[in-house]
């Protein structure tokens, strides 16, 4: 079975062209880790580009890249037409029997539906709700992702929902939809690193890029009130933050006041194996979003047995289901949050010690590749 991934080249995204290997969103990448010596199955990885760059011509054994390059004026501003384009000349001489376009935040998924071939989508995020919640106003890039999102659904065989209220959103829209978690990458379930010195107090994590929808300034107005009530503790913000934009900026302005009391830092964004090294020091982790397509942060944590405190939305619901230590609190009750950490303060930080075991079950990357093998040969079987 030969298979046309379409993703994003993060070298595109982050404008690192230096770069001589690709790289990819967590849950794809993820995903590619469980195709690895799949047999029978060969995939090729198409990205499209603005500018050429140094890349491998294969991933693994059975995995290929392709970079495509196509012009600014190819991309956003005229609806991904040159990326359309590039991307259906491209599929015309590979020949696959399926093209998987992930995500349709930028050109892949509706690259994807004008390929030629049989075709699927997964959402990773979903724009209607993000431009909604963002207030997002005419011909901003979630207003234009919004737009390519409706048309899209509709146009391919079938569309990979990742939780329960992501398939409830979109099943009106798609022809057909499947319930298919996102993988996590291979290296949450391998053994920890040896243990670091014990952390003189509880460290709790704040981990994702800094945004309105994440909530890191409520979060951190959470640890202030903790901290006047006399708890002892230190919150860790991970994740990229853009000082450009109003919530950034306003949060990097609270938390540079607010690190000279000693109970919060903000350490930006780590490598994969040191983001994991903080998983395995920390105590807890502390997210509360007010919409979640999956949650891939609470199934990281869980994945490393850590105690999860999370606002009761989206897919983490999903994620949490029947797990031990994670808490969910409804997304305006800041005094429950506030109450469920204290009482786990007072009575000793308990960690969880299944969540680990179940989360690899669920989102262990040979699991969910075989879900989609599955689906895929189904797809093939009743396409023409």
Not at 31 to 48: A, I, N, Y
Not at 57 to 75: Q, R, T
Not at 148 to 157: A, D, N, S
Not at 259 to 277: H, M, P, Q, V, W
Request: charged residues 25%; contains cysteine.
């Amino acid at each position: 079975m030969k298979i046309a991934f379409l993703t994003t080249d993060n070298r595109e995204h982050y404008r690192r062209y230096d770069l001589a290997e690709p790289y990819f969103g967590t849950a794809p990448e993820a995903l590619l880790q469980g195709f690895t010596d799949t047999p029978d199955l060969e995939v090729h990885v198409v990205s499209c580009a603005q500018r050429r760059m140094k890349s491998p011509e294969k991933l693994a054994d059975n995995i290929w890249f392709h970079s495509l390059l196509v012009p600014k004026i190819g991309w956003l501003r005229t609806g991904y037409q040159g990326c359309i384009r590039a991307t259906r000349k491209f599929l015309r001489k590979l020949q696959p029997d399926l093209v998987h376009g992930q995500g349709t935040e930028r050109d892949c998924g509706v690259s994807a539906v004008f390929s030629g071939f049989p075709n699927v989508i997964t959402l990773h995020g979903i724009m209607r709700e993000q431009a909604r919640l963002l207030g997002a106003r005419p011909a901003t890039f979630y207003w234009m992702a919004k737009q390519l999102e409706r048309f899209t659904l509709p146009r391919t065989l079938g569309v990979f929902c990742n939780s329960k209220y992501t398939e409830s959103i979109v099943q009106r829209r798609a022809r057909q939809t499947w319930r298919v978690p996102n993988a996590l990458r291979r290296e949450f379930f391998e053994p920890p690193l040896p243990a670091a010195a014990s952390a003189p107090k509880p460290i709790l994590l704040n981990v994702g890029a800094v945004g309105l929808r994440k909530r890191q300034y409520e979060v951190l107005e959470v640890a202030e009130q903790l901290h006047s009530s006399g708890h002892s503790f230190e919150l860790q913000f991970i994740g990229e933050a853009d000082a450009g934009d109003r919530y950034g900026a306003a949060f990097l302005d609270r938390i540079k006041a607010v690190e000279r009391n000693d109970f919060a830092r903000y350490l930006g964004t780590k490598s994969l194996t040191n983001l994991i090294s903080s998983f395995d020091t920390a105590s807890a982790l502390v997210h509360v979003p007010s919409e979640e397509a999956f949650g891939l942060v609470v199934a990281e944590a869980l994945a490393r047995n850590l105690k999860v405190f999370a606002t009761n939305v989206g897919g983490i619901r999903d994620i949490a289901s029947g797990i031990d230590g994670a808490d969910l609190l409804e997304l305006d009750d800041r005094q429950s949050l506030v109450s469920a950490i204290t009482d786990w303060l007072r009575h000793g930080c308990a960690q969880p010690q299944t969540a680990a075991a179940e989360m690899r079950a669920r989102y262990h990357p040979e699991v969910i590749a075989r879900q989609h093998l599955d689906i895929y040969k189904e797809v093939l079987s009743t396409s023409s």
